[in-house]
T-cell receptor, first 115, second 118 residues
Framework: AQSVAQPEDQVNVAEGNPLTVKCTYSVSGNPYLFWYVQYPNRGLQFLLKYITGDNLVKGSYGFEAEFNKSQTSFHLKKPSALVSDSALYFCAVRAPGTGFQKLVFGTGTRLLVSP | GAGVSQSPSNKVTEKGKDVELRCDPISGHTALYWYRQSLGQGLEFLIYFQGNSAPDKSGLPSDRFSAERTGGSVSTLTIQRTQQEDSAVYLC????????????????FGPGTRLLVL
C-alpha cells in the first residue's frame, strides 16, 4: 500500500530565508507525486507534480520540489519565503498501474513565515 | 473557466439527521473524487467516479455514506443518520480524462463543505 509521511507538523522560517517542507513516500513502482497548499477556509490548490523526467520540478508561486528516488523523498522548497506563503502544505502520492486514481495524502505541514 | 464548486459551504446538523453535499466539477472533467479532512488529520479518500465506469467506493467509512453522480457531471454525497464523528470538511475534486498510459491528471479541488454534527 502506498503512504506518505510529512515528519514536521510545523515549519517556521523568517521572510526572505529559504524554506523546505519535507515529504517521504512509500509506493511500489515509480510514483506520481504532488504538492498542494491550503489557505485558511479554502480548498486545496495545486502547486506542482512529478510524473517523470527531470527530478527538479518547478511549480506555482516560486515553489519547486526535488524527486529523490534513492531517498524516496519529494521535499518542497522555495529560495526566499514570503509571509503570504504561510499555509498548510500537503504532499500526496499515487501509485501508477493500480487502476485507481485516488491520491494518498500526508497529514500536512503548517508553514509559518514571520516578517 | 470556473473551478470546482461545492455547496453548502457550511452545514450544521443534529445527530441522526441526513445531509446532502453537492459538488459541481470543472466543465469537461470526467473524473470526480470526494475526500474528507478531519480535524488534525490528513485527507481521506472516500469515493471516485470516472465516466460511466462503476465508482470506486473503497474509501467510504460506513454504509451510512453514499454518493451519486448524475449525467456524468454533478455529484451528491449523502450521509445518513449523521454522527458527531462525521464532522469534517468534505472536499470534492475533479480531473480531466486519464490519458493513455495512465498518466496522472492533476486533481483540482473545490473549497469544501464544512460539516458540523451537534
Amino acid at each position: 500500500a502506498q503512504s506518505v509521511a510529512q515528519p514536521e507538523d510545523q515549519v517556521n522560517v523568517a521572510e526572505g530565508n529559504p524554506l523546505t517542507v519535507k515529504c517521504t513516500y512509500s509506493v511500489s513502482g515509480n510514483p506520481y507525486l504532488f504538492w498542494y497548499v491550503q489557505y485558511p477556509n479554502r480548498g486545496l490548490q495545486f502547486l506542482l507534480k512529478y510524473i517523470t523526467g527531470d527530478n527538479l520540478v518547478k511549480g506555482s508561486y516560486g515553489f519547486e520540489a526535488e524527486f529523490n528516488k534513492s531517498q524516496t523523498s519529494f521535499h518542497l522548497k522555495k529560495p526566499s519565503a514570503l509571509v503570504s506563503d504561510s499555509a498548510l502544505y500537503f504532499c500526496a502520492v499515487r501509485a501508477p498501474g493500480t487502476g485507481f486514481q485516488k491520491l494518498v495524502f500526508g497529514t500536512g505541514t503548517r508553514l509559518l513565515v514571520s516578517p | 473557466g470556473a473551478g470546482v464548486s461545492q455547496s453548502p459551504s457550511n452545514k450544521v446538523t443534529e445527530k441522526g439527521k441526513d445531509v446532502e453535499l453537492r459538488c459541481d466539477p470543472i466543465s469537461g472533467h470526467t473524473a470526480l473524487y470526494w475526500y474528507r479532512q478531519s480535524l488534525g488529520q490528513g485527507l481521506e479518500f472516500l469515493i471516485y467516479f470516472q465516466g460511466n465506469s462503476a465508482p470506486d467506493k473503497s474509501g467510504l467509512p460506513s454504509d451510512r455514506f453514499s454518493a451519486e453522480r448524475t449525467g456524468g457531471s454533478v455529484s451528491t454525497l449523502t450521509i445518513q443518520r449523521t454522527q458527531q464523528e462525521d464532522s469534517a470538511v468534505y472536499l470534492c475534486a475533479s480531473s480531466s480524462k486519464i490519458r493513455a498510459g495512465g498518466r496522472q491528471e492533476t486533481q483540482y479541488f473545490g473549497p469544501g463543505t464544512r460539516l458540523l454534527v451537534l
